[in-house]
């Protein structure tokens, strides 16, 4: 996804290129063959087909390792994109999420001191007061 340098600015986290399947459930019903296309602390662009309304709820689980490590959110949906939609999120669920969507971010960043700026100026997905 292409993004204006303002929008990026603007932006509490870095945004990384990854793409890898998703399971996505939203407003409660399960989606099919969704990927993620860019993953930041606070969201993720879903690649999809299907459009929603902003603030419809929905939550993912990127599966990594299967049956042994994955990341669970819940949030909402943010923004229409052509490829699908983005997704903000509200919760991280469990502190091996957390860290798990913290190490991808980290691994997958190519300024790694910015993106541990930015952890060090957030408690979790909340920038601190």
């Given amino acids: 996804m292409a993004t204006m340098a303002g929008e990026h600015e603007q932006r509490e986290f870095t945004r990384v290129p990854i793409s890898f399947g998703v399971e996505v459930s939203v407003d409660g ?3 099919e063959g969704c990927l993620v296309h860019d993953l930041s602390m606070k969201g993720m662009l879903v690649v ?17 390792v299967e049956g042994e490590v994955e990341i669970r ?3 909402r949906v943010a ?9 903000e999120f509200s919760t991280i669920d469990g502190l091996e999420s957390y860290i798990h969507l913290r190490n991808l971010v980290l691994f997958n960043a ?5 993106v541990e700026g930015e952890f060090q100026s957030h408690a979790g997905i909340r920038r601190k007061a």
């Fill in 29 to 31: 019903r399960a989606l």
């Fill in 48 to 64: 999809t087909p299907e459009r929603f309304p902003i603030g419809t709820p929905c939550s993912a689980v990127i599966v990594l």
């Fill in 73 to 75: 959110m819940s949030g």
């Fill in 79 to 87: 923004a229409d994109h052509p490829e699908g939609f983005g997704m």
């Fill in 110 to 114: 190519g300024d790694v001191d910015r």
